[in-house]
């Protein structure tokens, strides 16, 4: 499910414009993009960037993810922020709980030297670091980090 909120999921299921099905060739240009999304993953932080992820993301292969978020180059976080929401689903800015993330974008475009309203860059450190010392470290990172099915 890409979102907790059903009535964006009515909304999508009522849009013509939304696809309903894919091509072969479609998913053949999505994944040679996530390839390329991967690979630069190391060049990161020239610009300020901001990542959110929402560990209940479902479409996104949090293995894929973690080792994405693992090879971001080393730097301050006022270049690059990462915020793992445990409550959120692939479409984070439409989920119930978007408002927190919407409030979090504003703070970190006004100031990026401060730690987000939420919280989520604090437990992507956590998740980050592998500390299952902290209560929403475990759960987001046995949320985040579950090991992949094999195909």
Do not use: C, F
């Not at 190391?42 to 292969?61: F, H, N, S």
């Not at 080393?74 to 119930?96: A, K, T």
């Not at 974008?105 to 401060?114: E, F, L, N, P, S």
Request: proline content about 9%; charged content about 25%.
């Amino acid at each position: 499910m890409p979102t907790d909120n059903t009535d964006v999921l009515l909304q999508m299921q009522n849009d013509p414009l939304v696809l309903k099905e894919s091509r072969i060739d479609a998913v053949y240009g999505l994944v040679g993009l996530m390839d390329r999304s991967v690979a630069s993953v190391p060049q990161m932080g020239r610009v300020p960037t901001l990542i959110l992820y929402g560990a209940k993301e479902d479409v996104l292969p949090p293995g894929a993810v973690m080792r994405a978020l693992e090879g971001l180059p080393p730097l301050p976080e006022d270049q690059i922020r990462i915020g793992i929401y445990r409550s959120g689903y692939h479409m984070l800015l439409r989920d119930l709980e978007a408002p927190i993330v919407w409030r979090d974008i504003a703070a970190w475009m006004t100031d990026r030297t401060q730690t987000l309203p939420s919280g989520a860059d604090a437990t992507a450190r956590r998740v980050m670091a592998g500390d299952p010392e902290e209560e929403d470290a475990e759960d987001a990172l046995s949320d985040v980090a579950a090991p992949e099915p094999a195909i």
